[in-house]
């Protein structure tokens, strides 16, 4: 056993002991080789277990040929099924034997089993994904129903079997158009366009039986950190007294083995592994995890699992793994495929996508708008790939309360499912949302924190951030100029310069920032598109690529990035490598400026406190109080750096999509024109201008320009500057004026600044 954590694969669903496999599983090939694999085992679609973290010794594929029919007609129910699908392929694959990319609302499914002679007392039915409502028939019996499309539906059928030949029936109504449904990047009305691809409608992961005991392990939840503690909670479906929860962890070193007391549900096990390997990038060590449910000696359910002892916190403006700065270089990953659509066409294809990121100098994805399947995450977990969980979260109906409803129910399981999951590190369960999204985001990043409060979560990437107080803030910035991208970013989220405590707002804790998109550099793009203008050659592709990646990279205080993104899909041309995978360019190229040294990883980064409040306001911003300014929205008539007379109106200025709380006066338009009256008693020793500025900004005291923003920057809170003497003296006894000129070129917008003395 050359690596700490073994999963067996059984022909038809026995998990072998480490000690037993190797000769077994030799002679098991031989004989299957010599007599030919039984054409269940050999023309099965993803054969493998699909989820290996609670894997049990007794169970049965029913991925292959289905009965499938399909109509509009939301009342109708099929009587024949004319059509056959191989599932677990979405009809609109190719690989679903059926490629049907048109929009259909509902579409149902059929087929028969016999069922093994398990000594297993009880059966579960699993469909991994069904998308979107979902109901299941077992010989008649409805036995579960869903709502969301991207987790387990799970259903005990014992009382529903019978001797002989049994008959599950499938229902997916799909409503892309209603504005309820998780959807993420697939199309809404038909055909791929923009950055909308192809649809899934219905099953699209694996249909699996598995037998469980009497009384069994409903659920279980893992934590284990990088000092060897580790709990176990494990929650029994049909509890019994006296049970006990007996956990055994071992790797290729030995075993060691842990008890709980015999108390109601849930049962709870906690120890200290001694000598623990803890899991990370480098080197991502797995121990072998089996839960048993025991009664009066006796095994009535078993568990097995993996388990990665790992810390992931937050200090300062630090993400630490295990205590260390690790630098995430990572990329975006939409989990589409040619073939397969969201469906892997193989477990090595799974696999593949994250050695292909590897190879270019990734050490993780993001995980974008879909809910990966637990086999990427368990090849992640062995292969030392940080992952962040997202949901397929873009362009639903965020005014619609029922909304409210799918979101919360679906998360909360896609964290159970995936809360044990060592490759996962971070949450992000939204992209890129609206203003209206702000109460929802705000609801599930809590419950998110509360539920979790192991990992890093994110209130949403990019655009609306709602939060006063979150634990991470991102951007996505998909400039292409080199210049302008450095610029933007040199210094940013640095020491908030000892700011007064009033003005931090979500700098309050030097809050941990990365670019969560950049580059999506096209290449070759045909009829299709990437960001910016496409290279016209190698050398102009990898100059722009560098020049982007190193201005991050060179940032001290970003504790990662995004690229987009790994592959091409459908008509996205900006992928590292194209849709069905083969390089574009010498894997050596990319990997020298995606692993490049990040100076955050040398960077040191000393206890921080805010300044003392003792600064005199001169002039004050939307925190000190309620002040107007007169504002214009056109240029004012000449000499008006000197002061102008306009609309009265309240700062801060800004389209509301984002720092509501701050925005006093709405502004859409590109350019503000703001001007200020104030009085000053005696000139300051010491003044600054604390500004929250997006983007383009100037600001004038007594005719005299004092600051001017950095070409192409903005920022995502207040940041002090310090007014040099020449700009100090400016300032005059008696009644000055302040002059303001803000230009938004794109992108959202805000302006808000105050002036003060010491």
Not at 54 to 78: H, K, M, S, V, Y
Not at 141 to 148: D, E, K, R, S
Not at 311 to 330: A, Y
Request: hydrophobic share 40%; glycine share 8%.
């Amino acid at each position: 056993m050359a690596t700490a954590h073994t999963i067996m694969r059984p022909i038809m669903g026995c998990r072998l002991r480490p000690m037993q496999w190797r000769l077994k599983f030799v002679l098991l090939v031989s004989v299957l080789l010599a007599l030919g694999l039984p054409a269940m085992a050999r023309d099965i679609p993803r054969p493998e277990h699909p989820l290996p973290i609670a894997e049990r010794a007794e169970w049965l594929n029913l991925n292959g040929p289905w009965e499938f029919w399909e109509t509009q007609d939301d009342n109708a129910e099929p009587t024949t099924f004319p059509d056959e699908i191989i599932v677990p392929f979405a009809r609109e694959s190719k690989l679903s034997g059926l490629e049907r990319t048109e929009a259909v609302r509902n579409v149902w499914y059929r087929r028969t089993f016999t069922m093994p002679a398990w000594k297993s007392p009880r059966q579960r039915l699993h469909i991994m994904a069904a998308d979107f409502r979902t109901r299941v028939w077992v010989n008649g019996t409805l036995v579960a129903t869903a709502i969301g499309g991207n987790t387990p539906i799970t259903a005990d059928i014992t009382a529903a079997l019978r001797a002989g030949e049994n008959e599950i029936k499938v229902h997916c109504f799909d409503d892309a158009e209603g504005g309820l449904q998780p959807l993420g990047k697939q199309t809404r009305k038909g055909g791929s366009q923009g950055i909308f691809y192809t649809r899934t409608t219905g099953i699209w992961q694996t249909v699996w039986l598995e037998g469980v005991g009497s009384s069994y392990l409903r659920d279980f939840r893992v934590r284990a950190d990088a000092n060897g503690f580790f709990e176990v909670v494990a929650e029994p479906e049909y509890v019994q007294p006296d049970m006990t929860l007996r956990v055994s962890i071992r790797d290729i070193q030995g075993e060691s083995n842990f008890n709980s007391n015999p108390l109601t549900a849930p049962l709870t096990v906690q120890g200290q592994f001694m000598n623990v390997r803890p899991w990370s990038s480098r080197d991502p060590h797995l121990y072998d995890l089996t839960l048993q449910l025991v009664r009066n000696g006796q095994v009535l359910d078993e568990v097995n699992s993996y388990i990665g002892f790992r810390t992931v916190s937050i200090q300062g403006p630090r993400i630490l793994i295990n205590g260390e700065p690790v630098f995430q270089r990572l990329v975006l990953d939409q989990g589409f495929y040619p073939d397969g659509v969201w469906t892997a066409p193989s477990d090595e294809a799974l696999r593949n996508d994250i050695k292909l990121a590897q190879d270019v100098g990734f050490n993780g994805a993001r995980l974008h708008q879909k809910v990966f399947e637990p086999r990427f995450l368990y090849h992640a977990a062995k292969m030392g790939y940080l992952c962040w969980g997202e949901y397929p979260s873009y362009g639903p109906d965020y005014d619609n309360p029922a909304l409210n409803r799918v979101w919360v129910d679906e998360w909360t399981r896609v964290m159970q499912r995936d809360r044990n999951q060592t490759a996962v590190i971070g949450w992000c369960p939204f992209n890129e949302t609206p203003r209206e999204a702000i109460p929802l985001q705000g609801t599930i990043y809590r419950m998110t924190r509360l539920a979790d409060p192991g990992r890093p979560a994110i209130e949403t990437s990019g655009w609306s951030h709602g939060l006063s107080d979150p634990s991470i803030l991102d951007a996505h910035d998909y400039e292409q100029d080199p210049v302008v991208f450095r610029r933007r970013w040199q210094g940013h989220n640095s020491k908030p310069n000892d700011l007064p405590a009033r003005y931090l707002g979500r700098q309050s804790n030097w809050i941990p920032f990365m670019v969560s998109e950049y580059g999506g550099i096209g290449w070759n793009t045909g009829e299709g598109w990437g960001y910016g203008n496409p290279p016209k050659t190698q050398e102009e592709y990898f100059t722009r690529l560098r020049g982007l990646t190193l201005a991050l990279l060179d940032n001290p205080n970003h504790f990662g990035f995004v690229y987009t993104q790994l592959t091409d899909v459908e008509q996205e041309k900006n992928g590292v490598y194209t849709y069905d995978r083969k390089p574009k360019f010498e894997a050596r190229l990319f990997r020298e400026i995606f692993g490049a040294r990040a100076a955050y990883e040398q960077a040191e980064f000393p206890a921080w406190q805010p300044a003392m409040d003792d600064w005199r306001v001169l002039v004050g911003s939307a925190v000190d109080a309620d002040h107007e300014w007169d504002m214009l929205l056109t240029p004012p008539a000449h000499e008006w750096t000197n002061g102008f007379k306009g609309e009265r109106a309240k700062g801060g200025f800004g389209r509301k999509d984002g720092f509501e709380d701050l925005i006093r006066t709405p502004w859409t338009t590109a350019d503000i024109y703001l001007s200020r009256s104030f009085e000053v008693t005696s000139a300051p020793a010491a003044a600054r201008l604390v500004i929250h500025y997006d983007n383009a900004t100037k600001v004038w005291i007594n005719g005299k320009l004092v600051w001017e923003s950095p070409a192409g920057a903005w920022n995502d809170g207040y940041q002090a500057f310090e007014l040099n003497a020449a700009a100090r003296a400016a300032l005059k006894d008696g009644t000055n004026t302040i002059v303001v000129h803000c230009h938004q070129d794109s992108g959202g917008q805000f302006i808000d600044l105050a002036l003060l003395g010491r």
